[in-house]
């Protein structure tokens, strides 16, 4: 309970405004349970982030960013020279799951089945019919170093194809063309290797959205999800494995799809899933037992330096159980902002 823990948020990707309401929720429950924690807003163009870090004294980062530039990365680095444990993944991990290309590279590497794929980029509108060949419809393009799913777009023709990719190159100099394929979107929770369970996704939009997991009218969410305990169990074991496979620690979710026949695909792995109350991985949790203010602190707990540089705060930080008698605790927060 000695440590200041800095909660940093914001940043100037696609997702800041995501990652402001996780960092108020993860703020809010670690000062709940007596920490003294610290809310470090990251702006553009305002103090660079090493000026924010120094000014607030922390001695413990936990990682409330999304997006390029938060968890990709570039914040971990920084964390590593600077000596201070964070949370969530290291450098090469975070660089890797960040980059849709090269984690499907790692998960075809590990045999680990994901939807064939091809890369586009600005040079690809010239040739696009030759290049799509017969690669077939419909697809997926996705931003490959782009977290927010509201810049995924699925295209039906060669027409829809040309303009999604044009949409997509004002997110990305590179896009990925993922086939389509159809079928029930789980997400799996995974905290420091340890399963903690899935939700089922489903949309009223026929594709999954950020939208359609917190607004009720596009899109509801099951959990768990709606698998024999053989297949689920299956699931699980093959995100675990997507998550070994990128070397990623800490909190994770892992995006799959599951067909009606025998086939499971990885589509992606956050290393910075969201964590307000409402977001999936708090609600996975939830159906373990765990609620939101013991999950932000079993977050906590897995802070480190992944690069061995000093030690780790994971055997400093107090169990669950006994900060329960901390909740009277006068809060203590305070606000450095870029």
Same mark, same amino acid.
């Given at each position: ?142 931003? +490959?170093?782009? $977290? ?5 777009? #699925? *295209?039906?023709?060669?027409? &829809?194809?040309? /303009? %999604? ?65 053989? +297949?689920?169990? $299956? ?5 675990? #494995? *997507?998550?070994?496979?990128? &070397?990623?620690? /800490? %909190? ?87």
């Amino acid at each position: 309970m000695t440590k200041r823990i800095g909660v940093l948020m914001g940043g100037m990707s696609a997702e800041r405004q995501a990652s402001l309401c996780t960092g108020e929720g993860v703020a809010s429950a670690l000062t709940f349970r007596g920490y003294d924690v610290v809310k470090i807003v990251i702006d553009p163009g305002r103090a660079p982030l090493d000026e924010l870090v120094r000014k607030a004294n922390i001695d413990v980062a936990f990682l409330a960013l999304h997006g390029r530039g938060g968890e990709d990365g570039c914040v971990q680095g920084l964390l590593e020279w600077m000596q201070i444990p964070y949370t969530g993944s290291g450098v090469l991990a975070s660089a890797l799951a960040m980059d849709k290309l090269k984690a499907k590279e790692l998960f075809r590497l590990h045999n680990i089945p994901t939807p064939p794929y091809y890369v586009a980029n600005e040079d690809t509108l010239d040739a696009l019919e030759a290049i799509h060949g017969s690669f077939g419809f419909p697809v997926v393009v996705k931003p +490959r170093n782009e $977290g927010s799913s509201a810049s995924v777009a #699925r *295209a039906n023709d060669t027409n &829809e194809l040309r /303009g %999604a990719i044009q949409r997509g190159l004002a997110h990305d100099s590179g896009l990925l063309v993922e086939r389509f394929v159809k079928g029930m979107e789980v997400q799996v929770g995974i905290l420091d290797g340890r399963i903690l369970g899935g939700v089922e996704i489903v949309s009223r939009q026929g594709n999954f959205d950020d939208a359609s997991a917190y607004t009720p009218s596009l899109g509801e969410t099951i959990c768990p999800p709606r698998l024999d305990a053989t +297949r689920l169990g $299956g699931v699980m074991n093959l995100a675990l #494995r *997507a998550v070994k496979a990128l &070397e990623c620690s /800490g %909190a994770c979710r892992v995006d799959l799809l599951v067909t009606e026949g025998e086939n499971e695909y990885v589509l992606e792995v956050s290393t910075s899933p969201g964590l307000t109350e409402t977001s999936l991985l708090p609600m996975i949790a939830a159906s373990a037992g765990i609620d939101y203010g013991t999950l932000c602190e079993m977050i906590l707990r897995t802070a480190s330096l992944r690069a061995g540089i000093s030690g780790s705060v994971r055997e400093e930080a107090p169990r669950s159980s006994e900060c329960t008698a901390l909740r009277d605790v006068q809060p203590r927060v305070r606000s450095v902002a870029g």
